[in-house]
Each structure stands twice: as structure tokens, then as C-alpha cells.
């Protein structure tokens, strides 16, 4: 019975300690190492001569590569699309390109890989958009 | 015993995970086939013809644009429609029959086909323009049932629609509507 008054006072301290919401730390959005190396791996500068034919060839190499385009904004140099694996129909790959004007006529594209939601980090799956991009450029071009 | 009912357990849960491939931006031995199916020529240096063209063509065939950017020649449009197959309704009749109704199979209910179209100049100087349109689908389920347990409507299927004569009928219309001829790659 002497021990009743210090249970609830733990019980007390407890349910405060649990009110209490933890502090995010100092570096919670600062880039990581992991960040700039899959920011790295999922961009490549081409020369060209405006945004519509990259667009264009991006657009035209999705397209190859079974994706449906699901959206495309020439303004803003934004394409998204998404490819079910077939032939189970059940995986889905979704990809978002972007398309920004660097200094002396070239072109950043940055591209990002999701699949069944969650993020492709692998460097060789990028390797071969680029590979697949440049050539459809490289096509048009002539 | 523990050890290889944990070590079991542990096998069941790495074979659930589905590992990434990393073929998804590798072209396909039969993507040219596709390509040339989904792909004619227009000589035509109007590019918002063939687009206001293609939109025309796609609501005779029963769809509803979603969505389209001009610059780029580029348009998605959508409908919905029963997808009851008799073939389908036959297969579960039998197979209530056969399994003395404990099985009631789900069969495919409702579906939505999707259009996306890319017209984009096919030459340097913009004399020639390549009409692209894929159709897919997404067919939902009816509900069912497995002895008492009851499996609930909703299920999901996508697929990319492959039949050729389905893009020969769009072009014909394309092409009747634009007063030109299509040419194949």
C-alpha cells in the first residue's frame, strides 16, 4: 500500500514522457552521400538544340520501351509514365522525367525509377534508358 | 527442429519479395513489331490537324479526351465498357457444377481502355508527322466465393491491348478524317 503513491507517480511520468513529441534532429533534410550518388547516377547532360526535341525523344523512347504516358507538361519539361510487367500484370514500374536548360545549349535530364512504389537505385537500369534516349535522339537528329 | 522451421520461414518470406528487374528500359526482341503497329506516317506539315484529327477519330470510337498538350502532340484519352465475356460466364457455370458449388469463381466485370497518342514531326523540315497511339486496359473483377470464404470485387488486371486489327481501325479513321494516307514504317 506505501508503494501505490510512487506507482502512479510513474505511471504519470510515463504517459508525460509519451505525450511528448521527439525533436527531429538538425540534419533531417540535409543530402546525404547516398542522395548525390543516386542524383548522379539518374542524370545526363545532352546537347541539343531546344527542350521540345528532348522532350520529344524522350517521349518516343518511352514509348518504345512499352510505357504509357500518363502525363507531359512542355512548360515545366515534365514527362510521366508507367509500364505494367507483363505478362503477370501485377508489378508496375512508374518513371517520372524531367527536362531542365543548363548553360551553352545543353540539356540536364533527370530521371527517376519507381517499382511496385518503391525507389530503383540500381546504376545499370539508368545506364540503359540513357543508352535507349541517346540513340532516339541520335535517330531524329537524322 | 526450431532452427528449420525459422530457417523455413525465413525462405517463404525471400521468396514473397519480388526482386527489381533491371530489364524495364531494355527494348524487347518484339517492340519493332509493336512499333509498326501502333505507328503510321502522315505527309502533312499540320500537326495540329492530325492532333484535332486523332481526338475526333478517338471520340467516334466511344472515348473521352483526359488529357492533351499541344506542343508536344500529345493526347490520352479513356472509356468504359462491360467487360462480360460469355466464354467467361460458361467457364464459372462449369466449374460450380464440377466442384458441386464450392467454388465460385470471379469473372471480369467492368474494364476501362485507355488511348495514348504521340504525333511528332518525322523529318527535319516538318513535311512528314508520325502518328503514335497505344491502347491498354484495366479490367476489374466481380466478387466470389471459395468454399465460405468470400472474396471480395475489385481485383485488378492491366494489360497492353496487342491486337493489330484494333490500330488498323483507328488509322482508317485517322486517315479518312485528315483526307490522307497512312503509311506503315
Given at each position: 500500500m506505501r508503494l501505490f503513491?510512487?506507482?502512479?507517480?510513474?505511471?504519470?511520468?510515463?504517459?508525460?514522457?509519451?505525450?511528448?513529441v521527439p525533436k527531429p534532429s538538425a540534419n533531417l533534410l540535409a543530402p546525404t552521400e547516398a542522395q548525390t550518388k543516386l542524383r548522379s547516377i539518374q542524370s545526363r547532360t545532352f546537347e541539343l538544340t531546344d527542350r521540345l526535341v528532348a522532350m520529344r525523344g524522350i517521349m518516343g523512347v518511352l514509348q518504345d520501351l512499352g510505357f504509357v504516358i500518363e502525363r507531359a507538361n512542355e512548360e515545366l519539361g515534365l514527362v510521366t509514365a508507367a509500364k505494367f510487367a507483363e505478362p503477370n500484370f501485377l508489378d508496375v514500374v512508374e518513371i517520372t522525367v524531367t527536362v531542365r536548360p543548363q548553360d551553352g545549349g545543353k540539356f540536364l535530364v533527370r530521371v527517376n525509377a519507381i517499382f511496385n512504389n518503391k525507389p530503383v537505385e540500381d546504376a545499370e537500369v539508368y545506364q540503359n534508358f540513357f543508352a535507349a534516349l541517346e540513340r532516339s535522339l541520335f535517330v531524329n537528329r537524322g | 527442429m526450431f532452427r528449420s522451421v525459422l530457417a523455413a520461414c525465413l525462405m517463404a518470406l525471400a521468396g514473397c519479395r519480388v526482386a527489381q528487374p533491371t530489364t524495364f528500359f531494355q527494348l524487347a526482341p518484339e517492340a519493332p513489331l509493336h512499333k509498326a503497329a501502333q505507328t503510321r506516317f502522315f505527309e502533312t506539315k499540320d500537326s495540329d490537324e492530325l492532333l484535332s484529327a486523332s481526338a475526333a477519330a478517338l471520340q467516334d470510337l466511344g472515348f473521352h479526351v483526359e488529357e492533351s498538350v499541344r506542343g508536344l502532340g500529345f493526347l490520352r484519352a479513356a472509356k468504359e465498357r462491360s467487360?462480360?465475356?460469355?466464354?467467361?460466364?460458361?467457364?464459372?457455370v462449369f466449374l460450380i457444377i464440377i466442384s458441386l458449388a464450392y467454388v465460385f469463381q470471379p469473372i471480369d466485370l467492368q474494364q476501362q481502355i485507355s488511348a495514348t497518342i504521340v504525333a511528332r514531326?518525322?523529318?527535319?523540315?516538318?513535311?512528314?508527322?508520325?502518328?503514335?497511339?497505344?491502347?491498354?486496359?484495366?479490367?476489374?473483377?466481380?466478387?466470389?466465393?471459395?468454399?465460405?470464404?468470400?472474396?471480395?470485387p475489385g481485383e485488378q488486371r492491366m494489360e497492353m491491348i496487342r491486337d493489330p486489327l484494333i490500330y488498323q481501325q483507328f488509322f482508317a479513321r485517322l486517315s479518312k478524317a485528315v483526307f490522307l494516307e497512312a503509311f506503315t514504317l
Open positions: 503513491p510512487f506507482v502512479v507517480c510513474i505511471t504519470f511520468a510515463a504517459l508525460a514522457g509519451a505525450c511528448t | 467487360a462480360l465475356e460469355s466464354g467467361q460466364k460458361i467457364g464459372r514531326p518525322a523529318n527535319a523540315a516538318g513535311t512528314r508527322h508520325e502518328v503514335r497511339v497505344m491502347f491498354h486496359r484495366v479490367v476489374w473483377k466481380g466478387d466470389g466465393t471459395v468454399e465460405k470464404n468470400y472474396i471480395p
